[in-house]
């Protein structure tokens, strides 16, 4: 028996101790804690392992910041430059794009230019949609008795979703833009060249119109024109997406809606459109009421009263250039006929002086006929009845 247990010693040492694990196994020892019951092989297991873990999650994190706190910041402050750039060159674009905005509406008020705003809408919900490929439509539960009327706006906040088509009692028929038979005039936002956005076949939308020799970059924003008087101006319709070469003289311009057309929901009806122009008030600090008038010629001012020309009194005479002054009245003393000195005059009658210095009675011609044949006392050279000329006043 002792040959036995000496000869195969470590055998049975390994086999209680596999008897021993496999009845712990069996009798799962539990280890209770607050919140579950665990196994103790399971403890034992973290606990070995959990060291090693912390230390393996403690070297990647800090190799991550080092990472982004240092070598990453190499290439961040270079870009940090350029966006200070950008920035700045931003910021100068935006105060030229604030001038020519402030100077679009000073010429708007000048020009007395209308614009069209959306007033009213109404709430309307897709309740269908056309059943063939061919056509392509929805129903909305607004109809006449909500007043609503043929060729309605009908608008998502993403953009145009098409036009009222058909109206009935509670219901209408809404031709959305990717129909073949829809038209919507367009307008690109940048290079403003005008088309008509029209639905293909294959249900996509394009933008006919355009020459040829016209330059349209992918990414372009294309908006309503106003031009078919049902959609107001500036309302989004979509992207350019792909520019070809056409057959004919155009080119085929490829646009994505701006609105899903497949997952309407929601609609608004545009049913008031207000058409109102320009005011002064919307043009600034500088309106262009004040421009005109700076523009326009000004009123000379105002002449002054007859009364207060008056003949130069004695002592007086008129600055060298001075313009010549209007006629004035001044009485004229006839000379008795027989030309004795000391006789009372017969009358004095008012002549008026033209600026030449000769006098023109204001009687009648019988009277003048008169006054001309009566002979003209001539006063002595030696005796001036006025007083000499004084040098005028400075």
Do not use: C
């Amino acid at each position: 028996m002792e040959s036995v247990l000496g000869r195969y010693r470590n055998l049975i040492v390994l086999v209680g101790v596999l008897f021993i694990q496999v009845l712990g196994l069996a009798v799962q020892v539990r280890r209770s804690t607050d919140t579950d019951s665990s196994r103790l092989i399971r403890v034992w297991a973290v606990t070995a392992i959990s060291p090693f873990e912390k230390t393996l999650v403690w070297v990647q994190t800090a190799s991550g910041n080092l990472w982004h706190n240092y070598f990453y910041l190499r290439g961040v402050r270079a870009e940090n430059r350029e966006l200070k750039q950008e920035i700045e060159q931003m910021r100068i674009e935006q105060a030229r794009m604030s001038q020519d905005a402030d100077q679009a509406r000073r010429l708007q008020a000048l020009l007395a230019f209308k614009e069209q705003f959306i007033s009213q809408t109404k709430a309307a919900q897709v309740i269908g949609s056309s059943g063939s490929e061919q056509s392509r439509s929805i129903y909305i539960d607004k109809g006449e008795n909500d007043g609503i009327r043929p060729d309605m706006a009908v608008i998502t906040a993403d953009g145009v979703v098409g036009k009222i088509l058909h109206v009935y009692r509670s219901t209408s028929l809404v031709l959305l833009i990717s129909d073949q038979s829809s038209g919507v005039g367009a307008i690109l936002e940048k290079s403003r060249l005008q088309g008509i956005l029209r639905g293909m076949a294959s249900g996509e939308i394009g933008m006919e119109k355009v020459m040829s020799d016209e330059h349209v970059p992918a990414g372009e924003v294309v908006l309503t024109s106003g031009g078919d008087r049902i959609f107001p101006k500036g309302l989004p319709l979509g992207r350019v997406t792909r520019v070809a070469p056409g057959s004919d003289l155009f080119l085929n311009i490829q646009v994505k809606p701006a609105a899903n057309l497949s997952k309407l929901e929601e609609v608004l009806v545009v049913t008031k459109i207000d058409e109102r122009q320009a005011t002064p008030e919307q043009t600034g600090p500088v309106r262009a009421a004040d421009i005109l008038a700076e523009r326009l010629p000004t009123v000379p001012p105002k002449p002054p009263d007859a009364s207060a020309a008056v003949s130069p009194t004695a002592g007086q005479v008129p600055a060298a250039g001075a313009a010549p002054k209007p006629a004035q009245v001044k009485p004229k003393t006839v000379a008795p006929a027989n030309g004795l000195a000391g006789s009372s005059p017969v009358a004095s009658k008012p002549t008026t002086s033209s600026p030449a210095g000769d006098s023109v009675s204001e009687k009648p011609a019988a009277d003048n006929a008169v006054v001309k044949a009566t002979p003209k006392v001539e006063k002595p050279a030696e005796a001036p009845t006025q007083p000499p000329a004084q040098d005028p006043p400075q």
